[in-house]
C-alpha cells in the first residue's frame, strides 16, 4: 500500500475501509489494485493472532459475545492513538477493537455485542432495528429519550418515529419488584422534578453517561439513572429530587432561587460546520439562561440545571449546591455579616483584607457584600472548632490543605 495525499490524490473515494470517510486534508495508505484504504491511525492496528490455546480460547469466548450482523475482526487496542466508537462515540478504553469492513467502523465491547434487533421496555409495541447507515443528518432527528441529536449506530422504529442512541438503549427500567413476571411494567417515582421518573440502570457497563443537572458521570456499577421522557432528562435521585424553590437560603435571603432546567446536551449539533457554538455565562435574565453559568455565592464556573434570583433588580445565577447547602459560619469584628466557610478554590477572587488572590481552599465570603476573606486574614480565629460532621475538633493551620502529605502546592 501507497501513502498518497487526499488533496491532491486522484483517488475519487476518500473512505477509510476501516473507519469511515477521510478529511480531505490528511494522508492515507492506498491500495491501486484493490481501491482499499486507511487512515494512519487504523494502519496501525493489528489482528490479534492466538498463540496459544489459552489466547484460542479467549478469542473464541470474545467470538461468542459479538452479535453484530457481519463479521468482525479482532483488533489489539494497544496503539498510541485514541479510537473513538463509532456507535456510541465514546472513546474505545478496552483491550481490544473490533473492526467491520462491510460497515466501515471500529466498536467497542459494548457496541459491537448489539444485533441488528432490539425489544425494549422504553417502547414495547414493536421492536427496534439496528440503523448503521441511517440518514439523519440535521439536528431535528434526536434520541427519543436523552433528547440528543442522534449520530452513529440507533436504534429506530420506523412506525412509531422513535429512536434510542446506544447509551440510552443500554437503560432499562427497573421493574416494580424482582420476582415480577409481568414483561414491560416497570417503576415509576414522583420526586420534586415535576414529571414522572423511570429508575433504570445500565445494562451494559461500557457506556459513559452525564447527568443533565450536575454534569458529573453516573457511576459505572451502582447508579440508578432517572429518566424523564417528557424533559428527555437523565438525572441522579438527588439531582431529580432538588427543590424546585429555595427560600431564606444563605446565598440570597432577599427573594426565593428558582431552579432552571436545562440540558445541554440537546444544545449540541454535530452536522454544523461552522465553529463550535460557545455557550454565553449567563447573566441577567432566567429566560436567557443556557446551561453556563458562574455562581454567585462560590465564584466557580458551573453548567447544567441553575438557581436564579428572578427578581428585575438581581438576576444573578447561583449553581445547583450552594443554595441547598448549609455551611459553617463564623462571626468577625472586621464585618458585620456572619461569614460562611467555602470548601472549594474560588475563580478569580480576591481577599478584601490583603488585595491578594485567594487561589487556596478554604475561604470565607459574605456573598451579599461580595467581602471575601483568607482563613488567615480572619483576625481572633479560634485555633479549634467543632463541627457537627467531624467528631474531633478541627485545628487551624496556616499551609495549604492536602489530599495527602506528598501532594504539591501550587
Known sequence: MMLPNAASSSVVS????ACGPIPRSSNYFHCYDCGFNLDPCCASLKPTKPRNVQDRQIQTQIQSLLRHPHPLIICENKTIFNFPCSAC???????WICVCLECNCLLGESC???PSQIDHPLHPQHPLTLLVHHHFDSASNRCSACGKVLVGFTFHCSHCNFSLDPCCA???PLPFSQNSQVQFQFQIQQL???HPLIPCEMMKKGYTITCDACQLHFEKDSSVVYLCLECKFLLHKSCADLPLKVKHSFCHQQHALTLIEYSIRQLEDPFVKEKPYIRPISSGKAHEF???LKCHACTNYASGFAYVCCNPKCGIFFDIRCPVSKPWFIKSEIHQHPLPFFNDRPSWLYCTVCNRMINITPFFRCVECEFNLHPYCVPKLPPTAK???HRHPLTLTDSPMRDYPDEDVY
Do not use: M, T, V, Y
Open 89 to 95: 462515540r465514546q472513546p474505545i478504553n478496552g483491550n
Open 290 to 292: 443556557k446551561g453556563e
Open 387 to 389: 463541627d457537627k460532621i
Open 14 to 17: 476518500f473512505k477509510c475501509n
Open 112 to 114: 459491537a455485542q448489539w
Open 192 to 194: 420534586s422534578h415535576p
Open 170 to 172: 443500554s437503560l432499562i
